[in-house]
Nanobody, 124 residues
Framework: QVTLVESGGGLVQAGGSLRLSCAAS????????MGWFRRAPGKEREFVAA????????NYGDSVKGRFTISRDNAKNTMYLQMNALKPEDTAIYYC?????????????????WGQGTQVTVSS
């Protein structure tokens, strides 16, 4: 069992930056691929980024490529999402997810463990 807790969300102006963190507990996080997903009001959950167990492979959703960077520090059992050049359409609740995948999963149904989410609001 893995427990995930997101932090770092907030209100930022368009063009600004935020860094989200996802702290894992329960089991060593290096056993798990991890990812970020988001859900905007009235929309379905969207893939944002994912990273392999030891961070060698990453994958990004098309809407965030070149602006967001996913990383992890397994010694701290923590994953990060650096978000730059934020746009109002990035406004959503951001969720971190984990599962013992040996690849970088892009689909939410590939992940069994989820955090409670953190709100990101980008004003125009």
């Amino acid at each position: 069992q893995v427990t995930l807790v997101e932090s770092g969300g907030g209100l930022v102006q368009a063009g600004g930056s935020l860094r989200l963190s996802c702290a894992a507990s329960g089991r060593p996080v290096n056993n798990y691929a991890m990812g970020w997903f988001r859900r905007a009001p009235g929309k379905e959950r969207e893939f944002v980024a994912a990273i392999s167990r030891i961070g060698k492979s990453t994958n990004y959703g098309d809407s965030v490529k070149g602006r967001f960077t996913i990383s992890r520090d397994n010694a701290k059992n923590t994953m990060y999402l650096q978000m730059n050049a934020l746009k109002p359409e990035d406004t959503a609740i951001y969720y971190c997810a984990a599962d013992n995948l040996n690849y970088v999963g892009r689909n939410s149904n590939e992940y069994d463990y989820w955090g409670q989410g953190t709100q990101v609001t980008v004003s125009s």
